[in-house]
Every structure is written in structure tokens, then in C-alpha cells.
């Protein structure tokens, strides 16, 4: 898939100034570890908070706005309330072996372990105490972002639903999961973050033909 042209992100009176939207904009899988291995050096709250952001298709708002009584540690589940219409969804906490940055479970229990206890009904707290804003959280997400040497375009949160839906479309997921996956009430929702290259198109194909003939 082409980027977009590159447009710079800036501040301005305290408010981040979001790019125009354009084609959708993805990270590689590459740039999806990459992001996480920079979030994990920079904190245990900005790791855990990137990595569900992206393993369940959350909006900068709805991460921001989770609460300790979502997590259910024991049974590895997490409840979603999405907003703009979508889905109340519970999904399970993933766990992965194989690449650590992407184990939920242990990005939780290490950011719960450094967690202040302030006394705050909400998952992820500021410095300062209390709700970590979204304004801040896309502040967090830029400096990562940087620092793991994504560019300009790639520098919003919302990258990562964006990347869910890509890579799961290339890992050959139903399209019904992928709608439950981010939590969308109609497919039409979902389509809008599906983008195929070509050769996923060409592949696709001939899977299919090969099946039938």
C-alpha cells in the first residue's frame, strides 16, 4: 500500500494538531515491533498501553479510558466499551510466546507493578495522578513513535487500528472476525480500514482457484 504525501504533526495551544486523512496509513509488522520495542525502553505503561491499542483496535480515547475493573488478570479478559456506536466486546488478554513485545498479560502485570496507587478507578494514570489524557497519550505515542524511527505519517495512534485490520486481512482473516475484532456493528465500518495491495489480491485468487479446480 502507498503512504500518503508526508504531512507534519505539530502542537499548537496545547492540542495536537491531527494529519489529514487521506488513504489509510499502516505499519509493517516490522514497524509494529519496532514501536512496541521503543515503548517497552521508554515505560512498562506506554508498552502496555500501545500494545492493546493495537491488539484490540482501540481508539486513542477508549484506551485512555479503561479501568482497573476491565482487567481480569486471572481469567485473561479484557471488557471494551468502544465508542462512536460500536461494540461492548469482552476479548481474551494474549499471551505470545513466541515474540514477548506482543504478550499482553506480561505488559499488564509489569506496568500494573509499577502502577502508583493513587487511588484512580483508571488502568492507565499520569505522572501527576489520575486519568491519563488523550491528548497526552498522543503526545506519548509521537515521542515513541519517533524514537522508533517511524515516519511522519505513522505517527498518530490511529495507525494501529489501521494496522490491525491490514494484518489481519493478510493473515487471512474472516472478514466477520475482523468486524468483531475492532468492535464495528456493520461490515461497512469495517471495509473502511481494509485495504488490499495487488499481489494480496492476486494471491487471494489463486487460492481460491486452486481449491475449486
Known sequence: MANPAVIPIS?????PIRPKRGRMTILTPQETLALLKAAKSRSTRDWAMILLAYRHGLRASEVCGLKLADMDLKAGSISIRRLKGSLHTIQPLYQHRGQ????????LRAWLRKRPA??????FTSQKGGKLGRTQF????????????????KRHPHVLK??????LVAGNCNLALIRQALGHRSISSTMQYIGTSDSQAAEA?????????
Open 11 to 15: 502542537i499548537s495551544k496545547g492540542r
Open 100 to 107: 514477548p513485545l506482543l504478550d499482553e498479560t506480561a505488559a
Open 118 to 123: 493513587d487511588g484512580s478507578d483508571f488502568l
Open 138 to 153: 498522543f503526545r506519548n505515542f509521537q515521542t515513541v513513535a519517533e524514537s522508533a524511527g517511524l515516519p511522519v505519517e
Open 162 to 167: 489501521h494496522s490491525l485490520a491490514s494484518h
Open 205 to 213: 485468487l489463486q487460492r481460491a482457484l486452486m481449491g475449486l479446480f
